[in-house]
Every structure is written in C-alpha cells, then in structure tokens.
Nanobody, 125 residues
C-alpha cells in the first residue's frame, strides 16, 4: 500500500512561486508513475503534470513552461515547482501514484489508485 502526503501549499500573489512536495511511503519497490492533479471549487479534477515510471514528464497546456515536475528517488519524494502563478491556478493540489508506465498516454484521475489528501494553493491578483 502506497501512502502519499502533500505539503508546500499556501497563499501567494500573482506572479509568485510555490514548490509542492509529495512524500511517498509504503510499498515502493515496484516502479510507478506519479502525477499532480488539481481541483478548483465547482470544477472537475484535472491533470497538471505527470512523471512516468520511465522518467518522461508531461504537462497540461495550461501549465506548460511555468510548472516543473521532478522526483528524488533517494528521498521517495515528488515535487512540483510552480512559477508565474496566476489566480487561475488556485485549487486544491493532489499527488497521485500508480504502478507501471503509461507510455505516451497522459493519464487522467481515474488512472490512479493512490492519492494524497491534498494541499491548498491560493493565488491572489
């Protein structure tokens, strides 16, 4: 069983930066893909960035060029560096994990079985 715990959310002004961290614990010896998702009030959960088991990264068009996803295998941690934040980025951000690789497919929320509790990001104008 994989457990995920997000941290690093907060309130920033437009144009600011935040770095989210997802700590991974539990059975992690198998390869797995990980992703960051977000959900704003009244909206569906959407994919933000994914790092596949083979290290390939993919981003949604709305964050491409501003956000960077990376992981530290030694620390069993996933990160999301968010720059040039705008009020449209305001949402609860979730970390997700799933065993195996997605190949060329950008996975959606239904493709992940392991989720953290989320961390709130609020961007003011």
């Amino acid at each position: 069983q994989v457990q995920l715990q997000e941290s690093g959310g907060g309130s920033v002004q437009s144009g600011g930066s935040l770095k989210l961290t997802c700590e991974v614990s539990g059975y992690t010896r198998t390869t797995y893909s990980m992703g960051w998702f977000r959900q704003a009030p009244g909206k569906e959960r959407e994919g933000v960035a994914v790092i596949d088991a083979d290290g390939t990264t993919r981003y949604s068009d709305s964050v491409k060029g501003r956000f960077t996803v990376f992981k530290d295998n030694a620390k069993n941690a996933l990160y999301l560096q968010m720059n040039s934040l705008s009020p449209d980025d305001t949402a609860m951000y979730y970390c997700a994990a799933e065993h195996g690789s997605f190949g060329d497919y950008f996975p959606g929320p239904d493709d992940f079985n392991y989720w953290g509790q989320g961390t709130q990001v609020t961007v003011s104008s």
